[in-house]
């Protein structure tokens, strides 16, 4: 019984801790881009990291929302590259970054004035 409760007691306290570093986090916000040969997508992040792995697993799937992505994805998956184009600099986890996130998505689709939207009706 003693081992069970101790057991307990670590996996509580690691699990706190866990929280704590995930409350704390500071991720990468900006704008991302997956390209293939000449075609490009792009999209503002929150958080760069879920982002990938998120788009990434559902490509993998074959449900991605832009139809047009899917399809070049599934002709040539190991075309595709992923870009992180623009970091966004910020100090502050809980401020609303979304007005910085839009000047720099602006900005990137005068560098790429044919990149697509990753996702249909967003940025």
């Known amino acids: 019984m ?3 409760k101790h057991g307990d007691e670590m996996d509580k306290s690691k699990r706190k801790e866990l929280r704590e570093q995930y409350e704390n986090r500071h ?8 390209k293939s040969g000449d075609k490009m997508w792009i999209a503002k992040s929150k958080d ?3 982002d990938y792995n998120s788009t ?5 799937l074959g449900s991605w929302p832009n139809r047009e992505m899917q399809r070049s994805y599934n002709a040539d998956p190991d075309s595709f590259e992923w870009i992180l184009l623009k970091k966004l600099d910020y100090k ?11 000047i ?3 900005m990137v689709v005068e560098e790429y004035p044919d990149a697509k939207k ?6």
């Not at 991720?27 to 997956?34: A, T």
């Not at 990753?118 to 940025?123: A, I, S």
């Open 27 to 34: 991720p990468d916000m900006g704008i991302v881009c997956w």
């Open 92 to 102: 502050d986890r809980e401020e609303d970054h979304s007005d910085d996130l839009e």
């Open 2 to 4: 003693n081992c069970r």
């Open 48 to 50: 760069v990291k879920a």
């Open 118 to 123: 990753m996702k249909p009706g967003k940025q």
């Open 104 to 106: 720099l998505y602006m």
């Open 56 to 60: 990434s697993f559902q490509l993998k």
